[in-house]
């Protein structure tokens, strides 16, 4: 007497596909053979639960069994009319990560991929502002362009006849490789091209323009589709990925696409105001000092910074001011400062006298 098909997957009668998927995988994964060698009974187990599940996935089936048991197949093969590997392989595909049984398999291959490339490029500051044109020398592999990357006149692949698989039968199991001879192509080569001697692919060094998008930043990977090395057999190229260094500014500090820069201004133009000049992404501009300004304090230009990536408004240029204390006076200078100075008395400005508040509170 064969067993229920639910006691076997340990689930319920109303289990859902999820769940009779998940059991089965735990299942399989106890008893598989290649776990198991030379254990009978475990084949069995695995044979049993395999047989299962190919019945209870099919909605028709299950339905058919759930009215007459094992009798809805007459005592004959519950597989009739199904390949029981087709769903077997499918999950071993998602269990394994490969196509090892028949009903998984992928047929025939059509080459392969080539490989990525990365091309590390380093751009002046006003290109990562502004955008531009930059030329690189890649060298790589390119398709030969007398065989069309197939290496030359080919042959259907007298080991696999053209599928570009071998299947082979284990016990209960059909397991399909890819034919070691052709790579999967289904052909084999005849007679090597004279261009690339059969490899399919030439080394060359390409000029290629890239253009370089406003906004970008160290780090940013910009991805060229089709331009990596060339495939195999015929296989399609990989891309290349140029990283991009951004060099830095002499006079600006960037936050996100904010310029930072220092202003210095002399002690004379802080205490009266004055007109000075800034720098910008595109030259030059001049910018109003109010009198009294101090160290530290910044004037922010709107929308002079950099572009955001992709579009959206400019950032900011924040002007950050530095008021310069002079190092060497000459006689008129210093008699100048003094006469300032005894006119100015015991003035303390609000500022310093909030410094010697907290000073007098500190030590009193």
Known sequence: MKRDYYEILGVSREASADELKKAYRKLAHQFHPDKNPNNPEAEARFKE??????????????????????????GGDPFAGADPFASFGDLFSELFGSDIFGGGARGRGRGRRGADLRYDLEVEFSVAALGGEQTLRIPKHKQ???????????ETCPRCQGRGQITLQQGFFRIARTCDRCGGMGQSLKKACGECRG????????????????????????????????G????????????????????????????????????AQAALGAEVEVPNLEGKEKIVVKAGAQSGDTIRLRGRGLPRLGGGARGDIIARLFVEVPTKLNDEQRKLLEEFARISGDEVSPRRRGFLDKVRDLFE
């Open 199 to 230: 490899k399919g692919r030439v080394e060359t060094i390409q000029n290629l323009s890239v253009r370089i998008p406003a906004g970008v930043d160290t780090g940013i990977r910009l991805r060229l589709t089709g331009e990596g090395e060339a």
């Open 144 to 154: 030969c362009a007398k065989c069309a990357g197939l290496g030359g006149e080919r």
């Open 49 to 74: 639960a395999s047989e299962a599940y190919a019945i209870l996935s099919d909605d028709e089936k299950r339905a058919q069994y759930d009215r007459l048991g094992h009798n809805a197949f007459g």
């Open 232 to 267: 195999h057999d015929g296989g399609a190229a990989g891309d290349l990925f140029v990283v991009v260094t951004v060099k830095d500014h002499p006079l600006f500090e960037r936050d996100g696409t904010d310029l930072h820069c220092e202003v210095p201004l002399s002690f």
